[in-house]
């Protein structure tokens, strides 16, 4: 799969709340982060602990594409997050970084 298709692939899992799929696009050893460089989740274990708590807050959560581009190992995307209808709603960035065709580091700019 090339770095767009796999960060697809996991916008498509945390989209059905598929916690396995969307863990499975990741590196083991991979970093969460924002965009100021504080790591919010360093692991896969990490990783799937914190979306098993946001889905089971946010039941609806949706984020939706509005761009994407890509550069080489890099993928950029710019979503659109619903927590829930008439909820919370935001822009967010996130730089994707690849290794050997996982995401070892997403950056959040929100």
Do not use: W
């Amino acid at each position: 799969m090339t770095p767009a298709e796999v960060v697809q692939a996991q916008l498509d899992a945390y989209n059905a709340q598929d916690v396995d799929a969307l863990c499975a696009s990741y590196t083991e050893d991979c970093v969460l982060a924002g965009f100021n460089g504080e790591v919010t989740s360093r692991g896969r274990h990490s990783l799937r602990e914190r979306h098993v708590k946001l889905f089971a807050q946010f039941p609806q959560n949706k984020a939706r594409l509005v761009h994407r581009a890509v550069a080489g190992d890099y993928v950029i995307d710019h979503e659109h997050v619903t927590r829930a209808p008439g909820g919370e709603e935001f822009e967010v960035v996130v730089v994707y970084a690849f290794r050997d065709g996982l995401i070892a580091r997403a950056d959040f700019i929100r």
